[in-house]
């Protein structure tokens, strides 16, 4: 995919919870994969000439494997300019897209654990950041990801992360908390009931997930990813991404310092 925009055509558009979707668009012709998470490419609506930017999350099994095509999953805002133009699309339609763009490069081997921390559509660099991670043999870098959301119904593609989970229980632990669980999502994980934790993100949870079983030793990193008030409580408000601005919030009381945490 050129660094300009291109018209993709929508291959196929399937509803993950009730405000996201997951749009495939299929590339001309396959594509490298950029060497490393986490990146995010562009889309724009043409009728209003806005542009937004969205973290595909679909990663090849292998790090040689081309990308022949685009996945990306969407939290539709009623007002939303980018994402009701994608809402209003139909399989076959085209859309401009352009990249790919580097977020922030991971770096394999360079921590022995890092913590994630997600709140609702911030799943998505997270989901795409293990994939790389964990098909690399030789990364041994463990991970533990906190995935807040609305409710028990709202974590999207938390099936890829259960499978990821279930493929490298060794290097990946999950925990999911919703703010609210509902009658339905108390049925869930074959009538076992709801396995997550209820409210937001907290330091208990935090401490928690920070520390690997049977290890001393903290996470080394935290990358969190999240809507503005989440970011606000846990690291301080994100400035841009060429200054994130410093660690506050919780983290900091912790005593993580800005080296240590990674605002996306
Ligand atoms: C690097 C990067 C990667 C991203 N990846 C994804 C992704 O994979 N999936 C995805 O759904 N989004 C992703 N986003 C967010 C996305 O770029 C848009 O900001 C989002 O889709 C809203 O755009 P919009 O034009 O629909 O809404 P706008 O017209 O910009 O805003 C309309 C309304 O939505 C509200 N709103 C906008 N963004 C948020 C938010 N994050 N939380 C709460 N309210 C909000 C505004 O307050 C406003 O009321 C990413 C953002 C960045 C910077």
């Excluded at 539709?76 to 352009?98: A, T």
């Excluded at 049925?187 to 907290?202: E, V």
Aim: net charge neutral.
């Amino acid at each position: 995919m050129p660094e300009q925009f291109c018209s993709l055509p929508l291959t196929d558009v399937a509803q993950l919870t009730d405000d996201t979707y997951l749009y495939t668009f299929a590339l001309a012709r396959p594509i490298a994969q950029p060497d490393s998470a986490v990146w995010s490419v562009w889309v724009k609506d043409d009728t209003l000439q806005a542009a937004r930017r969205y973290t595909p999350v679909n990663v090849p099994d292998t790090a040689d494997a081309p990308i022949s095509h685009l996945q990306l999953a969407v939290r539709v805002y009623p007002d939303g300019q980018v994402s009701r133009f994608l809402w209003r699309k139909r399989i076959g339609d085209h859309v401009e897209l352009c990249g790919p763009k580097l977020t922030w490069k991971y770096q394999a081997q360079k921590h022995r654990h890092v913590l994630l921390l997600a709140g609702g559509t911030g799943v998505t660099p997270m989901l795409q950041l293990l994939h790389y991670a964990l098909r690399d043999p030789s990364d041994s870098t463990r991970f533990t990801l906190v995935y807040a959301a609305r409710s028990d119904q709202d974590h999207m593609l938390s099936a890829d992360l259960d499978r990821l989970q279930q493929q490298h229980p060794e290097r990946l632990r999950l925990r999911y908390l919703a703010e609210r669980v509902t009658q339905s999502g108390s049925n869930k994980k074959d009538g076992r009931g709801w396995q997550g934790g209820t409210g937001r993100i907290t330091q208990d949870e935090v401490e928690h997930a920070a520390t690997w079983p049977e290890e001393q030793q903290r996470a080394s990193l935290v990358v969190l990813c999240g809507p503005d008030g989440m970011m606000h409580a846990l690291a301080g408000r994100k400035r841009t991404d060429a200054d994130p601005g410093p660690v506050n919030g919780l983290l900091a009381r912790m005593g993580y310092r800005d080296d240590q945490v990674v605002k996306l």
